[in-house]
């Protein structure tokens, strides 16, 4: 990596990002980008830092910064925020008072947090302190799984304070008072951002709390939900659109619009805190950042409840971007990817804030620096020593001799331990390996949702949309016959959106004339894709664009390839070409093979 050079990871509850950028004078520029999902389940807790150690081996694969030093974000949730007022005290009291403040205001022992802070602008003789933590076992623990990957950590922050960082660098234009609303994956955080003033409040309402509520009213579990929420979750603004969707659709969308209704009143009770206790000022606009803010009609259900102009944040306005990274794979998803901009500025001396999160393993490295200028001279004043001594005491010598024979004796006698060590040690190396094939086991059963995320991303049009989205079993261009695409998946009972109300929205896998015996392993190894096109200027030629797009992304899950030997488009995709007088479309079949199969029998 060239000296300017600057690798960032975002540590998310649901997402992992990894990116490259490189520093210069005339700004930031990205050049690599790589992101990877696992499912936030509550009750998969247990197994996360698995689940994250994976994903981030994938993505340092995929990028190939292997052992390069990363600065890493840590999700809201996981680290404490508290804004507190200080009496009007001289500069040269201040950190002693903070650190007392400290000590009143985060709810564990002050030794077993990693903490720091920052002095906000204050309106009155009273100053105005930002001091965030983070356990520290959590953080070191977090740390430990990102050196098993290779890569080695020069620094870790907040994420909220990397995203706040990134509003200051794309927004240098906006003054007046701004409501940054990051919707994630187990809450919302809400950054309020007034001039070098900042408030941060973060609320128990998230993507999980909308696909527990998924779960619990269609007795699915929590991965088909997530699906159910990601295919065709959308949010009802004031019974709107509830009439022009179907009796599926709109059931979903109750659901969705029930539990996001506390966000606005929420919103609108920490606003009045933030005026009344911090004496700031009613935000004049609102951005969205954040997974969760691509609902559909998300936007114009914030904008509708709180009466503010809404859009979404761009971190990207003035980051420049590389060869290896697509406007076409980064535009839609820009606003979820504030954290990563933000580290970087963080990097590159261009940031706001400056709070630094210190693990163990940074602060003992940081130690060790300030002191070896004493080491080296306290070194040279021993050799130099030694030397005069050396000289003088010639006898010396035969006792050096004696200890170093002592030494050596000393070290055949550890040996046989040093040799059990080294067995042990390939022993943990046997279960470390176990241990990692079944996270990936799990890791598998998730996959499927990452490919709809991905094709959502492929299919966004108004001309085109899908009817059914499911995996195939033991997939064959040659056995491609109607009978095996109608019962070799699992699939959404009649594109979902056609079901009534209550009734099961999903059928089981059915036994297939492909699937092999009981004694052998079953594979998922391709997607098959229904859908319609309408009447367009360019015909059926739309679905074929929607295919050369898969085909050119670099980070796709599917490789159009069969043993080897890349399919023809007419093995992929089956198309009517034309509209009849008496329908509004045509319909059309794509079948994608995977890159990476998926046992589902055994």
Not at 22 to 45: H, R, V
Not at 338 to 352: P, S, W
Request: glycine letters at 6%.
């Amino acid at each position: 990596m060239a000296d300017n050079s600057i690798a960032v990871l975002n540590i998310g509850s649901q997402s992992i990002t990894l990116a490259l950028f490189e520093s210069s004078f005339k700004g930031l520029t990205l050049y690599k980008y790589a992101s990877s999902s696992i499912l936030a389940d509550p009750a998969n807790e247990a197994v996360r830092n698995a689940q994250v150690k994976v994903a981030i081996d994938n993505l340092v694969e995929q990028t190939g910064v292997a052992k390069a030093k990363v600065i890493y974000a840590i999700s809201g949730q996981s680290v404490f925020t508290r804004f507190v007022k200080l009496p009007a005290l001289g500069d040269q009291n201040i950190e002693q008072l903070i650190s007392f403040e400290a000590q009143q205001h985060i709810p564990f022992p002050i030794e077993e947090v990693a903490w720091d802070w920052e002095l906000m602008d204050a309106t009155g003789a009273e100053k105005e302190v930002a001091i965030v933590a983070i356990k520290r076992d959590l953080l070191n623990d977090i740390d430990a799984v990102i050196s098993e990957t290779g890569l080695k950590t020069s620094s870790a922050g907040s994420a909220l304070i990397a995203l706040t960082n990134a509003f200051y660098y794309s927004y240098p234009d906006i003054t007046e008072s701004t409501l940054l609303i990051d919707f994630g994956a187990k809450a919302t955080n809400l950054i309020y951002i007034e001039g070098k003033r900042i408030f941060i409040r973060s609320i128990n309402i998230s993507g999980v709390s909308l696909t527990s509520a998924i779960s619990k009213e269609y007795s699915v579990d929590f991965s088909e939900a997530e699906r159910y929420k990601i295919e065709a979750g959308r949010v009802a603004i004031n019974g709107a659109y509830l009439q022009e969707w179907d009796d599926a659709t709109g059931a979903l969308a109750t659901i969705i619009s029930n539990v996001l209704s506390r966000v606005p009143s929420e919103i609108s009770r920490t606003t009045n805190f933030y005026r009344s206790q911090h004496s700031g000022t009613a935000p004049t606009r609102v951005l969205l950042a954040g997974a969760g803010a691509n609902l559909s009609y998300f936007k114009e259900f914030i904008e509708d409840r709180l009466k503010l102009p809404t859009e979404y944040f761009n971190p990207l306005r003035r980051v420049t971007l590389g060869e290896g990274a697509s406007a076409e794979q980064i535009t839609p998803s820009a606003h979820t990817m504030g954290e990563i901009v933000g580290l970087a500025v963080r990097v590159a001396d261009k940031n706001t804030l400056t709070i630094d999160l210190v693990p163990d393993s940074i602060k003992e490295s940081r130690i060790e620096a300030k002191k070896r200028p004493c080491f080296l001279g306290a070194a040279a004043a021993f050799v130099l020593g030694t030397l005069t001594w050396a000289i003088a005491q010639c006898y010396f010598v035969k006792v050096a001799d004696e200890k170093l024979r002592n030494i050596q004796t000393s070290v055949d006698d550890l040996k046989p331990y040093g040799d059990q060590l080294e067995s042990l040690q390939a022993d943990r190396v046997k279960l470390d390996t176990i241990g990692n094939e079944y996270t990936m086991v799990i890791q598998d059963r998730y996959r499927s949702v990452e490919r709809l995320e991905e094709l959502r991303g492929y299919f966004a049009s108004e001309i085109v949309w899908l009817d059914s989205v499911a995996d195939l079993i033991d997939y064959a261009p040659e056995k491609d016959d109607e009978q095996t695409r109608g019962e070799d998946f699992y699939y959404v009972s009649n594109g979902f959106k056609d079901i009534s109300y209550g009734s099961p929205a999903t059928k089981p896998i059915a036994e297939s004339p492909n699937k092999k015996s009981t004694t052998q392993n079953s594979f998922i190894n391709a997607v098959i894709i229904k859908g319609y096109w309408r009447d367009n200027p360019k015909g059926q030629q739309v679905v074929f664009e929607i295919l050369e797009r898969i085909k050119e992304s670099p980070n796709s899950s599917f490789a159009l390839l069969f043993n080897d030997k890349e399919l023809d488009d007419s093995e992929i995709l089956s198309i009517q070409s034309v509209i009849n007088e008496d329908e509004i479309s045509a319909p059309f079949t794509m079948i994608l093979p995977l890159k990476n199969s998926v046992v589902v029998t055994n």
